[in-house]
């Protein structure tokens, strides 16, 4: 047996060079956000659409990969993903998966910790815990974002600040419940409560980039299946690196375990506007960070897009 081993590797390995890789996300680009915003703006603020364009707004600042903000993979009888039952989940056994209300924290501008119904008008900050991470070195960590000026009605729904504020009212009055995801929505009043599943949320952004793009030649209409849940955390990326953050920085703030981020710069050739660039860096606060080791850790299998 032993003597076919080397012919099999020369095999394998020629089969993998000549197999078709799959095909990166495509960055979503200010255009498309701003389309989903006007999209909304015409959307009782209970509906799938205004769900979806907070989820996709907060995601442009934490870099989120779809579970976080998704329903994910569910139980017969479940409405959503829980957290597995093992000896490391500990008192977050059948919590969700997603962004649950006591994962969003606001403060003020002397940290002070103030509850949701006083956050309009007093929150300066905002503090999002993330439970899970796929690579599993982040598990648990923090990352806090600034309020954002409003210099126009766009820009202002950009504001992670004003977005977590949007997502618990959505979600307080339609659902309440601790150990439920916050990014929920109904289609009526009298309506059942639902929760974003990552197909919808594909199909948004696509519809956006169909719009803004009819003509069937265009870059991001041939590629149209590029464009999916992931580009959310790709275009993060990108809006950190236009706002000249250290690698450093781009890794920790969106919780990246290895250099493979930069993977979206190579043949990055989207626009991220000033007034983009002007967000991020007005949201972003100074943090002490990790310090940086000198050993570039390795391309790690949960480092690169899946599609998720």
């Known amino acids: 047996f032993f003597g076919y081993v080397p012919a099999l590797t020369l095999f394998y390995n020629s089969m993998n060079k000549w197999q078709k890789k799959s095909s990166k996300a495509l960055p979503l680009n200010p255009l498309i956000i701003s389309h989903l915003v006007s999209i909304a703006a015409l959307s009782k603020p209970f509906s799938e659409t205004c769900c979806i364009r907070d989820a996709v707004i907060l995601g442009c ?10 329903a994910g993979k569910r139980h017969t009888g479940d409405e959503f993903g829980k957290v597995p039952a093992n000896v490391l989940t500990n008192e977050f056994e059948g919590w969700p998966i ?3 209300a ?16 006083l956050a309009h008008s007093h929150a300066s900050m905002v503090r999002i815990r993330f439970r899970y991470d796929k690579g599993g070195g982040c598990n648990f960590s923090e990352r806090t974002f600034h309020k954002v000026p409003s210099t126009s009605d766009f820009l202002s ?15 307080s009055s339609i659902s309440n419940d601790p150990l439920v995801p916050v990014f929920c929505w109904r289609p009526t009043p009298k309506s059942h409560r639902r929760f974003l599943a990552d197909v919808k949320v594909t199909a948004a952004l696509r519809k956006a980039t169909i719009a803004l793009y009819p003509d069937d030649s265009h870059f991001y209409r041939i590629n149209i299946a ?3 849940t992931h580009s959310i955390r790709v275009y993060a990326c990108l809006a950190l690196c236009a706002a000249n953050l250290d690698d450093h920085v781009i890794e920790y ?3 990246w375990a290895s250099k493979a981020w930069k993977v979206y710069l190579r043949e990055n050739w989207s626009q991220i506007s000033d007034q983009t660039v ?3 860096n007005a949201a972003f606060v100074t943090e002490q960070l990790p310090s940086v080791d000198s050993h570039t850790p390795p391309l790690l299998d949960e480092d690169v897009d899946d599609g998720n």
């Open 157 to 171: 729904f950009l504001c992670p600040v004003a977005t977590c504020i949007r997502i618990l009212f959505r979600w």
């Open 226 to 228: 590029d464009v999916r």
């Open 98 to 100: 997603a962004f649950v």
């Open 102 to 117: 006591s994962d969003i924290t606001f403060l003020t501008d002397s940290l002070h910790v103030i509850p949701y119904p």
């Open 61 to 70: 600042f934490t870099g989120s990969r779809c579970g976080e903000y998704c």
């Open 278 to 280: 002007a967000v991020f």
């Open 253 to 255: 703030k969106l919780r």
